[in-house]
């Protein structure tokens, strides 16, 4: 992924967040390379215009497929080593799967290049 560390903040609803000033709220650092790793875990590979590289090809992966934890997690964890600032990930955890929804909920939890730990929540 060509994003770097310096991004949009965005809400706990994703949406992004408008300064005192007036401007887009932004975040770097760790913060924003967590939030990076849970929107690559988000997004559909080729939905992004920009980045059609980018992202889990979960319709070929999961959508249409019985649920399997592992391929899941693999490739979250495939997403997550994309990311710029990301130098390893250690560990990516599914805490739960609604069928009705096809909802995957659960954390990605990496290292940087700057030796931090950080957590990239995934709902």
């Not at 700057?114 to 929540?121: I, K």
Request: proline share 2%; hydrophobic share 40%.
């Amino acid at each position: 992924m060509a994003v770097n560390s310096y991004t949009a903040e965005l809400s706990a609803a994703w949406d992004i967040q408008i300064d005192a000033s007036g401007g887009i709220k932004m975040t770097k650092g760790t913060p924003g390379i967590c939030q990076n790793v849970a929107c690559e875990g988000k997004n559909f590979k080729g939905g992004q215009y920009y980045f059609a590289d980018s992202g889990i090809a979960w319709l070929a992966d999961v959508h249409g497929q019985k649920f399997q934890r592992p391929i899941v997690a693999s490739r979250l964890r495939e997403a997550a080593e994309k990311v710029q600032g990301v130098r390893a990930v250690e560990q990516v955890q599914i805490d739960d799967f609604d069928p009705a929804t096809r909802t995957v909920t659960g954390e990605v939890l990496i290292e940087t290049t700057e030796g931090e730990n950080g957590r990239a929540v995934i709902l």
